[in-house]
């Protein structure tokens, strides 16, 4: 009986062990635009870049799209109010590995020409 018991909890412990995911680790960047120009421009961003919106709320700045071919990415993003104009967070995953956050430096520089604000 203790052997069958613990050969279950080891098991279960395995399964759960597999579920769990790294965390997202965000890549932020601060533009001197409204956020809701910040949101609608990076909205449009990545549906320019073949991303499908799946998630999208302007009053709560959140977004979420994805890249329809394989590997999936996917990308995460939480446009907020900053003193200076807006902080834009963005992550992203491939598959269901997150990506380095320095991935995703080139997205938040094609999003800062879209805005105007590049140097």
Not at 37 to 46: I, K, S
Not at 107 to 117: D, F, S, T
């Amino acid at each position: 009986m203790k052997i069958r018991y613990w050969f279950l909890v080891g098991l279960l412990g395995g399964l759960a062990g597999c579920a769990t995911t790294t965390p997202l680790e965000p890549r932020e960047l601060v533009y001197a635009t409204s956020p809701e120009e910040t949101f609608r421009d990076a909205v449009e961003l990545m549906v320019e870049q073949g991303y499908v919106v799946r998630h999208a709320d302007l009053s709560l700045g959140r977004a979420e799209a994805s890249l329809a071919r394989w590997p999936e990415y996917r990308l995460q993003l939480q446009v907020s109010e900053e003193a200076s104009g807006s902080r834009v967070r963005v992550s992203a995953l491939r598959g269901s590995q997150p990506l380095p956050p320095r991935l995703l430096d080139p997205w938040l520089v094609a999003l800062q020409h879209k805005l105007g604000v590049a140097p």
